[in-house]
C-alpha cells in the first residue's frame, strides 16, 4: 500500500530494520515521538518507493505532484520542487545536506542512491527553518539505516538485482545487518552499468538546429548537423556507478551513537549538442570520443551521529551530527584530457536540543555549522575555490490545543565567501526567516492547513564568482558540460521572498483528496538565463537579480474502489514571471495523471498515465516543449519462502506508448529526451 503523508496523519512504519523503531520526521525534527505537524510534508516508502526506484533522485519522485525531474542524461535527475531547482531545493541524507557539487550546475550528479534508501521525505514549500532559508523550493531528505537507531532482533539481509532495456542497464543492491552484543552493524554496496540510451526519434530536436536568420553558409552547416544527429539513441550517455556504505551503532538504554562510511564512484557521458561532438552511428562513437564531455566523480563521506531521549526533566532529546565529505569529480573532455575539476572538502555539524512539552508548547533549538572548500580547477576553470563558512541558529515551537495545531519558526544565518588567490572580493551576507504554520482539524473528516513565511537565501558561489573579473566577455571560459558561457556577479543582494501556502485534505469513506494552492513573491531573485548571445558558438547565460513571482496548484486523490483497488488521480500546475525578463525559465507544464493499483496476497499489479500539456511559456530565448502522454505498468509476485525471507519478481513497462517527452525543466531538453519504450525484469530476496 502506498504511504502518504498529509498534514493530518504523518504515521509511517519504515520496511526491514526501522519498523519496530519510533519514526521521526526528521525534516521538522520536533516531532521525535508526535506524528502530528502543520507543515506540507509527504513520505515515499514501502512498496511505492520500491516500484518507484531509479537511478537518480529527480526520476525517482518526478511523478510526484508538484514534484518534476530536471534530467542530463539518464545519469543526473535532480528534483524541482514547485518550479525551483538548484540551489533552492536542499538535499539532505538523513538530516546532513549532501555535499556535492549537484545545486553548482544541471549536469552534477546527486551522490544519493534511492535505491537503497527506507524512505525520501520532501517538505514542499519553504518553512525548511531547521536544515536553511534558502531551501525555498523544499528539502529532500533521505532516509537509510547506515547509523542504526535499534539492535535487530536478528540478523537481516536483502538482495535485488535489476535490468532495464532502454539503456542496457544493469543493477545489483545487497545490504545485511545484524548486532553483536550493544553493536549494531550496518553494510550496503550498489553495482550499476548501462549503455546509451534509446529514444525514439532523433535525440537532438530539429529546432535547435535551424536559425530562421542564417545565410545560406549557415544554413548548410545546421543541415550537416542534422545530418549527423543520432537516431533511436542518445549517443555518449553510458556509464557505471559502484557504492559501498559501511557503519555501526552502539545502542545504549536512553540512545545511541554510530559512525558510518560511504564511498561512491561515478562516470558517467554528457549527451552530445549543446557542447559539440554528434555521431553518425554507434560505431562511429570511437573517432569522436575526443570530442565527447563525461564526468569522473568521487566521493567519500562519513558520518558520526549520536543522540539521547530524557536527557534532564526539561530536555526531551539531544541530536549532534558531524559529517565530513570529500567530493571530486573531473569533466573529461576525452581519454585523459581533463577539462575542469570541481572539489569540495565539507565539514557540517548540527547540535539540536528539543524540550519538554510545556503548556502545549513542544519545540527545538539548534546550532549548525558548515565548512566549504568549494571550485573548479584546471585550465578551463570558471569559479575561483573559495572557503565557504556558514553558521545557523534556528529556533522551531509548535503548540497543540484541541483541534488547532500551530507551528512557529525562525532562522538566523551568516554566510561567509573567501575566495583563494582571486580577484574576485569577499563577500558576507546575514540572513533571517520566520515562518508559521496552522492546522485546523474542521471535523472528523476535513482540515485546512495555511503556511505563511519570509525566507532570505545568501547567493552562492557559482552565481557570485562564475567568470568573475573578464576584461571581455569574448575572453569567457566556457562549461563545456553545460555548453555555455555562464556569467555571475559578486554585487548579488541576498535574495528575499515571501510565501502563502493553503491546503485542503479531505478523508470521506474511500477518498482521501488533497488541494494546495501556492503563491511566492520574491525580491532580488537570482535566474540563469539566456542573454541572447554567444561566445564561439556557445550561448550566454547570465545570472540576473530581479524581483519574481511563482503562484500554482496541486491536487491529489485517492479513490479506494474495493480492499485490492485503489484509483489515485492528480494533477499540478504553475507559472512564474521575472519582472522586467518574461516567463520563468524551465518551468514545468501543468500535468494530469492516475494511477489504478491492485494488491492481492500474491499479486500485485499497476497501470498509469501521465500527460504533459505544451510548455508554451518556456521564457526568454527558449524554445517551447510539446505536450506527451506517458503510459506505464507493472507487475509483482511474491514467494513466502518460510516465516522471515520472500522471494519477489516484478517486470515493468515504462513509455510503453514510446512518446517524444522532452522535459521543460532540463537544460539539455532539445539534445536528450526521455527514455523511449522500455521493460525492467528483476527479483528481490529479503531475509
Same mark, same amino acid.
Given at each position: ?27 521538522? +525534527? ?17 512498496? !511505492?518507493?520500491? !516500484? ?64 537503497? +534508501? ?8 519553504? +518553512?525548511? &527553518? ?50 553483536? *552484543? ?54 555518449? @550517455? ?16 536512553? *540512545?545511541?551513537?554510530?559512525? +558510518? ?66 567530493? @571530486? ?6 581519454? *585523459? ?13 548540527? &547540535? ?44 522551531? !515551537? ?122 511566492? @513573491? ?11 548571445? !554567444? ?93 506527451? @502522454? ?16 520472500? &522471494? ?40
Amino acid at each position: 500500500m502506498k504511504h502518504r503523508l498529509h498534514y493530518l496523519a504523518l504515521v509511517m512504519s519504515l520496511p526491514v530494520s526501522a519498523q519496530e523503531a519510533d519514526y521521526e520526521l526528521v525534516t521538522t +525534527a520536533i516531532h521525535t515521538i508526535r506524528s502530528e505537524t502543520a507543515l506540507p510534508v509527504s513520505v515515499m516508502s514501502g512498496d !511505492e518507493l520500491r !516500484e518507484s526506484s531509479r537511478a537518480t533522485l529527480g526520476d525517482t519522485l518526478g511523478n510526484q505532484p508538484g514534484i518534476n525531474n530536471a534530467s542530463f542524461g539518464p545519469a543526473v535527475g535532480q528534483t524541482v520542487i514547485r518550479g525551483q531547482q538548484g540551489r533552492r531545493v536542499m538535499n539532505l541524507s538523513n538530516g546532513v545536506a549532501n555535499a556535492d557539487a549537484s545545486g553548482n550546475s544541471a549536469d552534477h550528479a546527486v551522490t544519493m542512491e534511492p535505491i537503497l +534508501a527506507d524512505a525520501i521525505e520532501v517538505l514542499r514549500g519553504p +518553512a525548511t &527553518l531547521l536544515y536553511g532559508g534558502g531551501a525555498i523550493g523544499g528539502v529532500v531528505n533521505v532516509i537509510d539505516n547506515r547509523i542504526p537507531r535499534t539492535l535487530p532482533d536478528s540478523p537481516q539481509f536483502e538482495f535485488e538485482t535489476r535490468h532495464d532495456t532502454a539503456a542496457d542497464m544493469n543493477t545489483a543492491v545487497g545490504r545485511v545487518e545484524f548486532a553483536t *552484543g550493544n553493536l549494531a552493524w550496518y553494510v550496503d554496496g550498489v553495482r550499476r552499468q548501462w549503455n546509451n540510451l534509446d529514444v525514439p526519434g532523433f535525440a537532438i530536436d530539429p529546432r535547435y538546429l535551424h536559425d530562421d536568420h542564417a545565410d545560406e553558409e549557415e544554413e548548410t552547416d545546421h543541415e550537416e548537423e542534422l545530418a549527423e544527429n543520432t537516431q533511436g539513441f542518445i549517443a555518449n @550517455t553510458g556509464g557505471d556507478t559502484t557504492a559501498v556504505t559501511m557503519g555501526g551503532s552502539w545502542i545504549f538504554n536512553n *540512545g545511541f551513537i554510530g559512525l +558510518a562510511v560511504n564511498k561512491t564512484e561515478n562516470t558517467y557521458g554528457l549527451p552530445p549538442g549543446n557542447h559539440g561532438g554528434h555521431d553518425e552511428s554507434e560505431e562511429d562513437e570511437e573517432s569522436h570520443e575526443g570530442e565527447l564531455v563525461y564526468i569522473d566523480m568521487e566521493s567519500t563521506r562519513a558520518d558520526l551521529t549520536g543522540e539521547w531521549l530524557d536527557v534532564s526533566p526539561w530536555i526531551e532529546h539531544v541530536d549532534y551530527r558531524l559529517t565530513w565529505t570529500d567530493y @571530486t569529480h573531473a569533466e573529461m573532455e576525452g581519454p *585523459g584530457i581533463e577539462g575542469t575539476r570541481y572539489d569540495n572538502d565539507s565539514w557540517q555539524q548540527r &547540535l539540536q536540543l528539543t524540550h519538554v512539552e510545556t503548556n502545549n508548547w513542544h519545540g527545538v533549538l539548534g546550532l549548525q555549522h558548515t565548512s566549504d572548500t568549494f571550485g573548479a580547477r584546471g585550465e578551463e576553470s570558471f569559479i575561483p575555490v573559495t572557503d565557504i563558512s556558514a553558521l545557523g541558529l534556528f529556533v522551531v !515551537e509548535d503548540y497543540h490545543a484541541g483541534d488547532i495545531t500551530m507551528e512557529l519558526g525562525a532562522r538566523f544565518n551568516r554566510d561567509s565567501y573567501t575566495p583563494v588567490n582571486s580577484v574576485s572580493p569577499d563577500r558576507d551576507y546575514s540572513t533571517s526567516s520566520y515562518s508559521a504554520a496552522l492546522l485546523w482539524d474542521m471535523s472528523m473528516t476535513s482540515s485546512v492547513g495555511l503556511t505563511w513565511s519570509h525566507s532570505q537565501r545568501a547567493p552562492s558561489v557559482e552565481e557570485l564568482y562564475s567568470n568573475n573579473g573578464l576584461a571581455d566577455v569574448d575572453d569567457c571560459v566556457i562549461h563545456f558540460a553545460s555548453g555555455a558561457c555562464e556569467l555571475g556577479n559578486p554585487d548579488f543582494d541576498k535574495e528575499s521572498s515571501w510565501n502563502l501556502d493553503a491546503t485542503l485534505y479531505i478523508e470521506r469513506g474511500a477518498l482521501n483528496a488533497t488541494l494546495t494552492a501556492f503563491y511566492n @513573491t520574491f525580491e532580488d531573485y537570482i535566474a540563469l538565463v539566456d542573454a541572447g548571445s !554567444e561566445v564561439d558558438g556557445f550561448p550566454v547565460r547570465q545570472y540576473r537579480q530581479m524581483d519574481a513571482r511563482f503562484s500554482g496548484v496541486e491536487v491529489d486523490t485517492t479513490f479506494m474502489l474495493s480492499d485490492y483497488l485503489e484509483l489515485q488521480v492528480f494533477g499540478d500546475a504553475i507559472i512564474g514571471r521575472l519582472d522586467g525578463n518574461g516567463d520563468a525559465p524551465r518551468l514545468p507544464p501543468a500535468r494530469l495523471g492516475s494511477r489504478l493499483d491492485y494488491h492481492g496476497d500474491a499479486w500485485s499489479a499497476h497501470v498509469s498515465v501521465l500527460h504533459g500539456f505544451e510548455q508554451d511559456r518556456p521564457g526568454n530565448w527558449e524554445i517551447a516543449t510539446d505536450s506527451y @502522454t506517458r503510459w506505464d505498468a507493472g507487475v509483482e509476485y511474491t514467494f513466502g519462502l518460510d516465516s522471515r525471507s520472500e &522471494l519477489q519478481i516484478f517486470a515493468r513497462g515504462r513509455n510503453i506508448s514510446d512518446d517524444e517527452i522532452r522535459l521543460a525543466t532540463s537544460y539539455l531538453r532539445g539534445y536528450a529526451p526521455e527514455a523511449g519504450r522500455s521493460i525492467e525484469v528483476g527479483m528481490r530476496f529479503t531475509y
